[in-house]
Nanobody, 124 residues
Framework: EVQLVQSGGGLVQAGGSLRLSCAAS????????IGWFRQTPGKEREGVAC????????YYEDSVKGRFTVSRDNAENTVYLQMRNLKPEDTGVYYC?????????????????WGQGSKVTVSS
């Protein structure tokens, strides 16, 4: 059984940093594209960052490039999202998500395994 268990998140002032963690189990990391979506107020859920299953290529949504870093610790079966220089518009619920799909498929949300969500609030 695939399980994605998230930790991290919270309240931070604009310009601050937070790190999200996603402990993954029940699958071979080499087969899965895994990363982070977010649901922000008034917007549709969007992919923020992911690591491709095929070649480890990393995707970032334009608004987070240079501020967010996605990484994977294979020994710990954990994926991280380090968020720096946070902005109020980053406020939302962040979800770890994984599936046996290409990066394009993941970005288009052809994903069936989801974490429980982590709330991130950035105050101005």
């Amino acid at each position: 059984e695939v399980q994605l268990v998230q930790s991290g998140g919270g309240l931070v002032q604009a310009g601050g940093s937070l790190r999200l963690s996603c402990a993954a189990s029940g699958f071979n990391h080499d087969d899965y594209t895994i990363g982070w979506f977010r649901q922000t107020p008034g917007k549709e859920r969007e992919g923020v960052a992911c690591i491709s299953n095929s070649d480890g290529v990393i995707y970032y949504e334009d608004s987070v490039k240079g501020r967010f870093t996605v990484s994977r610790d294979n020994a710990e079966n954990t994926v991280y999202l380090q968020m720096r220089n946070l902005k109020p518009e980053d406020t939302g619920v962040y979800y770890c998500a994984a599936d046996v799909t290409t990066m394009t498929g993941w970005i288009n949300q052809f994903v069936s395994h989801w974490g429980q969500g982590s709330k991130v609030t950035v105050s101005s």
